[in-house]
């Protein structure tokens, strides 16, 4: 009986591969079209678009500020695409922690950019 639903499941998976469309390579939304965009060196930035990313409650402030930028990294990727998402490529970066008594909070804001 399991061999039967391996092989059924095998079945099911080549016949859902060779009906898919093939990946997109590039994941860009769209999206980046509606802002102005500036060279910044060899990356090409938002002129006047800022990002956000915070998070709340961590034991340490490496791990706030690293799950800050985590949550600034996702949301960019979501609204325009991995090419904008990367936080260390970002310019105008500013970010903030302090501790509370829940925890470490930390934010971070910075423009995103991709590669020119």
Known sequence: M???HTLLVAAAFAVSITTLPAPISADETGMASMHEWVRVGRKVCYKD???YGSASGH???RSALRAAIREWQEFT???YGTSW???KRASAKRNSCNREASGWHCSVQARPCKRG
């Open 2 to 4: 399991a061999f039967k």
């Open 49 to 51: 678009h800022t990002h």
């Open 59 to 61: 034991r340490s402030k």
């Open 77 to 79: 990727a979501f609204e």
């Open 85 to 87: 998402a990367y936080f």
